[in-house]
DNA sequence: GTCTATAAAACGATAGAC
DNA sequence: GTCTATCGTTTTATAGAC
């Protein structure tokens, strides 16, 4: 499926890619393998081959998509708002990014702690750049006072740890917690208190 | 290998357990294979599987004798202290973790990260009784008004989170950091600032 | 205890019918 | 476009010589 056209192709590449997301943020790129995607997809092996060329070709079309989706709460930080609402639109952004797809955060997670031997050009390009671009606003706000000073990348850093760490350690959280508690919903307000604190000026 | 005993026995089983933490903690279970740790350890295939059963075997002692460890710095947090220095202690004491066994730190986050199929009964039994422990000590010197009034449990997430991070996203970390930077003494840094503010009453 | 050889199953990918 | 059948390889694990 070099180019999707037909409604049909794009259904089929978009179910293969769904089930791909399973499987291979539930065990890594080697732990997964074409027959549990297909199973998943409910389609044939053959079949997930017609579509993309090879396995690595799959992995790498999830991630490229992914990618975007995973920087624009980063993206939408706007330096002409207010820092501290900025930075809480930030942390509350990216919590609901780890509530609604979790799959996603698990992925990414998986491939940066294996070396992300697949994503290695655009942590170094895409992320690192937009990483730095914000360290200048946050250290804007911070030369003006209006939020506390701070090491901006190791603020950027704990944002994306607090946030992500109640999607990758779902189940450690769900656990340690138990039933009838809402993770989301406690880290959130958790996390209001936190950066509250550490910003103030 | 049911119980080494002569001292060959011993280090060779170490060697095993030691190349298993390199391959696993970058692979996860299923995208580690038998082949690698033995090249690792520069031990033939089958001599492996003289000194353990299986595969399986390999990454459940390596897991056992991990958990310990792990938790030890929460254990040590000490309920007759001074409240800000234990937490900050504790907060130390998990990132040296993090620098000084980052494999260790990988192989877990993989392991939780693939919903803990081989740790669920530790983490449903250790982890979660020794947080509920701690969490009353913490809400204890929360009630003394003697640190500021958190949820205990999230504030146990945060320390994990942000120290972890570290290692389990250390590609990620050294790439956005850049070289020339120290990750584990800036993040020492801003923790102390982070938990100074946080905790203060 | 350690090795070579190999069994048995699973894996990514292809061939070719329809 | 989708399937069955299968190739060639890798993988876990075992057999048996030494």
């Known amino acids: 499926m070099p180019r999707p056209k037909t409604r049909i192709q794009i259904r089929n590449s978009e179910t293969i890619l769904e089930a791909a997301l ?6 890594g790129f080697r732990g997964a393998t074409l027959d549990q ?6 389609l044939s092996k ?8 090879s396995k690595e ?5 999830l991630l ?3 990618l ?36 996603e955060s698990r992925l990414f997670a998986i491939e940066i702690l294996q070396g ?16 730095a671009q914000k360290a200048k606003v946050l250290q804007t706000w911070m030369d003006e006072g209006r939020i506390a000073r ?3 990348v190791h603020l950027v850093f704990s944002i994306w740890a607090l946030t992500q760490h109640y999607a990758d350690f779902d189940v450690q959280v769900r656990t340690v917690l138990g039933d009838g508690r809402d993770p989301y919903a406690e880290a959130g307000a958790f996390l209001e208190t936190l950066y509250t604190r550490l910003l103030a000026p």
């Open 22 to 27: 399973d499987v291979f943020s539930a065990h």
């Open 37 to 42: 995607i297909a199973e998943v997809a409910g």
């Open 46 to 53: 053959p079949n997930l081959l017609y579509y993309f060329p």
């Open 57 to 61: 070709a799959i992995h790498h079309a």
């Open 64 to 66: 490229t998509r992914l």
């Open 68 to 103: 975007a989706t995973w920087l624009d709460p980063l993206r939408d930080m706007d330096a002409a708002g207010d820092p501290v609402a900025e930075v809480m639109g930030y942390v509350r952004r990216k919590l609901e990014l780890s509530r609604d797809y979790p799959r």
């Open 116 to 131: 992300a031997p697949r994503m290695r050009e655009a942590i170094e390009g895409e992320l690192k750049a937009l990483v």
């Open 150 to 152: 701070l090491d901006p």
